[in-house]
């Protein structure tokens, strides 16, 4: 997929956490995705799931909703 879409380094993180558990490269491509201007709805998203892989680690059961915003932005 091309990286410069945000919908896929939001769901290459999901796949290190969920698939590989590597929070670190997951996060990578989180922040990554913040810096592809992504609406104040996929923001929050974003920081959201680093901010928990930065407290818990590994996080399930995020995907749903930024998936949608990203294919959907307005």
Same mark, same amino acid.
């Given at each position: 997929?091309?990286?410069?879409? !945000?919908?896929?380094?939001?769901?290459?993180? *999901?796949?290190? !956490?969920?698939?590989?558990?590597?929070?670190? *490269?997951?996060?990578?491509?989180?922040?990554?995705?913040?810096? !592809?201007? =992504?609406? =104040?709805?996929?923001?929050? +998203?974003?920081?959201?799931?680093?901010?928990?892989? *930065?407290?818990? %680690?590994? +996080?399930? %059961?995020? %995907?749903?909703?930024?998936?949608?915003?990203?294919?959907?932005? %307005?």
């Amino acid at each position: 997929q091309n990286p410069k879409l !945000l919908s896929a380094r939001f769901n290459l993180a *999901k796949l290190l !956490l969920e698939f590989k558990n590597d929070p670190e *490269k997951a996060k990578t491509h989180l922040q990554a995705g913040l810096a !592809l201007n =992504p609406t =104040p709805q996929q923001t929050q +998203v974003l920081k959201n799931l680093l901010e928990r892989i *930065k407290k818990t %680690g590994p +996080v399930k %059961g995020t %995907g749903q909703a930024l998936n949608k915003r990203a294919r959907n932005p %307005g």
